[in-house]
């Protein structure tokens, strides 16, 4: 049968075709290319600053990195600072977390996050004398953050269809051993004020939260995450299953750790979030932490999940 028999036969019987029937039918945009390759070049040029742990000449480079990038983009760019208590100091730091903002504004969101500060110390160092040394972070921090300024640029190039947060959490590892309340600053704070006026997050409603964290070491293997398997069952699996359609191996449909991270406070504030993160390296909280042990195709496959979820929203 040809199209245009097709196309009658379709009309006589009273149905409609996907391009011809109202625009809940028009076909999804096709997710532009996530490059790995260019992700890499974001998570060098993070490490070529140095160590960014909260407070530091470092960390403030690298937000007026993001800043830039945003601008030179064209979106919607925000500071959400604070004061908090951080673990190693006497007094209050000044911490901000950051949002980027894409596509349709208002309405239902989805929120991408990572931490773009590192660890003050390599306190697991198999070296006693470099435990003091603070951590470069290739991996835990810069490999996540790469992951959503290469997609920035995908977004400001091809809008999705519905609004998009990029968001960069500060103050996550900053804890000691043992002490939570150390850890994840700055993501507590915004699960708790994040609806305030003047939040750039406050005009919309968010789908869900993705966190990426540790996303980038060769040979990548993604479980799910404990917390966000029991918390946020339906948004976890749906995710990984539309890894598993995209034919994206690294990730396994298996449960995983729990692990506390940047999603755990907006999973207490009824918020469904997922961590993507492998906790299964050796050179965590460790000067071994560089990019040499951090892989493109690793961030490809994570970055080309995020993306296909941006362009063909889960729900």
């Not at 507590?188 to 003047?198: I, M, P, Q, T, V």
């Not at 966000?228 to 339906?234: D, F, I």
Request: aromatic share 8%; glycine share 10%.
């Amino acid at each position: 049968m040809s199209r245009y028999m097709l196309f009658a036969a379709v009309l006589l019987l009273g149905g409609c075709l996907p391009v011809v029937c109202g625009a809940e039918t028009v076909a999804a945009p096709i997710p532009p290319a996530f490059s790995g390759d260019r992700a890499m070049e974001w998570l060098e040029r993070q490490c070529a600053i140095g160590p960014r742990p909260p407070g530091s000449a470092g960390i403030a480079a690298l937000r007026a990195v993001i800043a830039a990038q945003a601008d030179s983009l064209g979106l919607s760019y925000a500071e959400l600072c604070f004061t908090a208590a951080i673990a190693g100091n006497d007094s209050t730091q000044r911490l901000c977390n950051l949002v980027i903002s894409a596509g349709p504004p208002g309405g239902a969101r989805l929120w991408l996050g990572a931490h773009y500060d590192t660890r003050p110390w390599c306190d697991r160092d198999p070296d006693p004398a470099r435990r003091d040394e603070p951590l470069l972070g290739a991996n835990d921090a810069a490999s996540g953050v790469a992951v959503l300024l290469h997609l920035a640029e995908l977004l400001a190039a091809t809008a999705p269809p519905r609004g998009v947060d990029l968001i960069f959490f500060d103050g996550e590892d900053s804890g000691r051993a043992g002490e939570v309340s150390g850890f994840c600053v700055g993501s507590r704070h915004l699960a708790a004020s994040w609806r305030e006026f003047g939040s750039p997050l406050a005009t919309g409603e968010p789908t869900g939260l993705i966190v990426l964290d540790m996303i980038g070491k060769a040979q990548l293997t993604v479980p799910q995450e404990g917390y966000s398997l029991r918390l946020a069952p339906a948004w976890t699996r749906a995710i990984f299953e539309r890894a598993i359609s995209l034919g994206l191996t690294a990730f396994e449909p298996q449960p995983g750790p729990a692990i506390y991270d940047d999603h755990v406070p907006f999973l207490q504030q009824g918020i469904q979030a997922t961590d993507l993160i492998d906790f299964n390296f050796p050179q965590w909280h460790t000067t071994g932490d560089v990019p040499a042990v951090c892989a493109a195709a690793s961030l490809e496959q994570v970055g080309k999940l995020v993306t296909d979820i941006c362009y063909r929203p889960l729900d």
